[in-house]
């Protein structure tokens, strides 16, 4: 089958994206199709393509499909009906191994962006790629199908980061911190930027790769304040993330570790719903006999990420702190992107959560049409050649830049784990709360917080426990 035709699964804010920026570049990628089980979603988004003018070839096809992709002989069927080279699988976690399994018997190229999640559990005992995507290795293999697992921001772009640091910029690399920060702004009183029940399951517990083995901490407990480019001083906290389950089998560094920005509003919404049970995958008995999940629930209360997307300003940053040893000498670097929400919203009518993950697939598939990356095997991301696909992202929306930071310097990030109690210490968060006004929980307040409650500088705890540990 030639790797031309698209079909992108899944209709949510990451396939909104991913359609623009597959139809902008049809030229490359031939005809497309969005297919999803609700119709008038996938309609949606051609409505969107067509009206601001993003279908290159018109020539080319741009149609919609229904589909229950956890029906493996239907998406089987789809694929052979639009004579698609490409699987684009951007719906929700738990079809990776369907749409797989689908793609292995059509011989069409397989792209996602995070690992398969089982909805009966969260957090399983790492790698998670060994429990599922990767037992399919040598299927592809035999067969010649090219699968590329994690192709989004992170995990994605951030693997192929490690891949550039390895081949450009050091000789052995001893750590390398993945930095994730959302300094937008929303003005909803408390939402998620993606799926809500995908983004709540990541939080139950926090694997990291450090000193060469899994290790286990609660979460959000471990916390860092770091300077960034562009979005200046954010709180940062020790997560678990699908790229470490890959990295650390793929990239020779002591230590992986993975931080995402929260601000204390969130933490404190967070930490009572989930201490109240709300983010339970588990069912429920009502005394109505009913049964419900409730994260359900929740994800039913809270906005659509996609309703975010018309007044959200400020900038994301994300990007990895590499330290290690080149030509003999200590080196630091940071390779990082940072994007405006706003001029998302203005490109393709998204936030730029959405859009960070949904450009990438659409680079990797590009990269299969054209043969670069068009690997006949199962891989992840780290385990290609990086620079093609920076150098599409440099021209279809997410530029990359490096900042070279000398060792040991202010400017150098510290992601070393010290013990559990003094890391509590400095993790506490102080929150402002109004019953008669919630939204003052998003407001300036003083004592150095700003907007969604995210903390400007350290608080003398977090300092006291700092000088303790020596930091």
């Not at 299927?139 to 951030?158: H, M, N, Q, S, Y």
């Not at 004592?447 to 000088?467: F, L, T």
Request: with cysteine.
């Amino acid at each position: 089958m030639d790797k031309k035709n698209v079909l992108i699964i899944g209709a949510g804010g990451v396939a909104h994206v991913a359609a623009h920026k597959a139809a902008m570049n049809n030229d490359v990628l031939g005809d497309i199709c969005i297919a999803s089980r609700t119709l008038n979603k996938c309609d949606a988004i051609i409505e969107s393509i067509t009206r601001k003018g993003h279908l290159k070839d018109t020539n080319r096809r741009l149609y919609s499909a229904q589909l229950d992709a956890l029906d493996i002989p239907a998406t089987v069927e789809l694929i052979r009906n639009t004579n698609s080279g490409i699987v684009i699988n951007l719906g929700a976690a738990f079809i990776n191994m369907s749409v797989l399994e689908a793609c292995i018997e059509t011989s069409a190229a397989y792209i996602d962006t995070a690992i398969h999640e089982d909805p009966d559990k969260v957090c399983e005992e790492p790698p998670w790629y060994a429990n599922y995507e990767w037992q399919r290795k040598e299927r592809c293999a035999e067969k010649g199908v090219t699968a590329i697992l994690g192709a989004g921001f992170d995990p994605g772009v951030v693997n192929a980061y490690c891949a550039l640091a390895v081949k450009k910029y050091f000789d052995t690399i001893d750590t390398i911190d993945i930095l994730d920060v959302n300094a937008g702004s929303h003005g909803r009183y408390f939402s998620t930027n993606f799926d809500p029940e995908i983004n709540f399951r990541e939080f139950v517990k926090v694997w990291t790769w450090i000193d060469r083995q899994w290790k286990e901490y609660p979460t959000h407990s471990v916390k860092r304040v770091y300077d960034f480019p562009v979005v200046g001083k954010q709180p940062i906290y020790l997560n678990g993330h699908d790229e470490l389950h890959s990295l650390f089998k793929n990239i020779d560094a002591n230590s992986i570790r993975f931080w995402m920005g929260f601000g204390d509003h969130y933490i404190n919404v967070f930490t009572v719903l989930r201490t109240l049970g709300f983010l339970s995958h588990l069912p429920v008995t009502l005394t109505t006999g009913q049964e419900v999940v409730p994260l359900k629930v929740v994800k039913a209360l809270l906005p659509d990420p996609m309703t975010l997307a018309p007044g959200y300003t400020g900038n994301t940053c994300i990007g990895n702190f590499v330290k290690g040893v080149k030509d003999g000498k200590k080196r630091e670097v940071l390779i990082y992107q940072v994007l405006d929400h706003k001029q998302c919203y203005e490109e393709v009518e998204s936030q730029g959560i959405s859009y960070t993950a949904g450009v990438p697939p659409v680079a990797a598939a590009m990269l299969v049409a054209t043969g670069e990356w068009d690997a006949k095997r199962m891989v992840n991301v780290e385990e290609l050649d990086p620079e093609p696909f920076i150098e599409i992202l440099d021209r279809i929306g997410l530029p990359t830049q490096v900042l070279e930071i000398k060792p040991d310097s202010k400017r150098s990030f510290d992601g070393t784990v010290g013990e559990l109690e003094e890391e509590l210490a400095a993790s506490t968060a102080t929150v402002t709360v109004s019953a008669a006004n919630p939204m003052i929980a998003l407001a300036p307040a003083k004592g150095g917080k700003s907007k969604h409650g995210k903390n400007k500088s350290e608080s003398e705890k977090e300092k006291k426990a700092r000088k303790k540990k020596g930091k």
